[in-house]
């Protein structure tokens, strides 16, 4: 079997990022002018890349992320098994220090192991992980698809990098992201392994 290539980028900038909002899988919010420089950037840097399918989730800033490759012509799948976690009663908000309380305990609890407990209102991690598996399993079911591109968001990246790399979920926050970042990653039939991690050298030259 051919070695499968994974490019796994974060969406780029929205005006919520930047805000300190919290969005999650509820908040369809779309991206800010840094973050459309940020994935033209990234277009820009990899548009020669032989992509054989683009995999995003269904909110607008994923999609925005790689519209680019979209325009080319190459094949693109929406997936909401993808989409950020529920944060719960916190979407939509500006994190007061109370709040950013109880969320840094919650991230301490899943540190420590119990990645099953949900965020009030929203998911837990296992829960994402869970719909995110349907997701992994198509898109290794398909050797034809050598070179593939997917768009997501933060907490569900690490999630799913988690799952791929046979991580504990409790270890899920080593996995650094930033927006538009790239980890890239080769499948063997087996096993995966980093390319790339969080790497941000096409953004060098967008300001922000």
């Known amino acids: 079997m051919s070695i499968k290539k994974i490019y796994l980028i974060r969406h780029g900038q929205t005006d919520f990022n930047l805000q300190g909002i919290v969005q999650g899988s509820?908040?369809?919010a779309?991206?800010?002018?840094?973050?459309?420089?940020?994935?033209?950037?990234?277009f820009q840097k990899y548009q020669h890349i032989p992509f054989d399918k683009v995999y995003t989730s269904v909110l607008q800033r994923s999609i925005q992320s790689v519209q680019g490759?979209?325009?080319?012509?190459?094949?693109?799948?929406q997936h909401d098994g993808l989409n950020e976690i529920n944060w719960g009663t916190r979407e939509g908000t500006r994190i007061?220090?109370?709040?950013?309380?109880?969320y840094h305990r919650m991230l301490?609890?899943?540190?420590?192991?119990?990645?099953?407990?949900?965020?009030?209102?929203?998911?837990?991690?296992?829960?994402?992980?869970?719909?995110?598996?349907?997701?992994?399993?198509?898109?290794?079911?398909?050797?034809?698809?050598?070179t593939v591109l997917i768009c997501m968001h933060g907490r569900a990246m690490r999630i799913l990098l988690s799952q791929l790399l046979r991580y504990p979920l409790r270890c899920?926050?080593?996995f650094e992201h930033q927006n538009l970042c790239l980890y890239q990653l080769d499948y063997t039939g087996s096993m995966f392994s980093v390319k790339k991690y969080c790497d941000i050298a096409h953004l060098q030259d967008v300001q922000v």
């Open 26 to 28: 509820g908040v369809d």
């Open 30 to 42: 779309s991206l800010n002018e840094l973050g459309r420089r940020q994935a033209a950037a990234f």
């Open 69 to 77: 490759f979209i325009d080319k012509g190459i094949p693109h799948e």
């Open 96 to 102: 007061t220090p109370e709040e950013d309380a109880y």
């Open 108 to 146: 301490q609890s899943w540190t420590e192991g119990e990645t099953s407990l949900c965020i009030e209102g929203g998911e837990s991690p296992e829960l994402v992980a869970a719909r995110q598996k349907p997701v992994v399993d198509l898109i290794l079911s398909r050797p034809e698809e050598e």
């Open 172 to 174: 899920m926050d080593q």
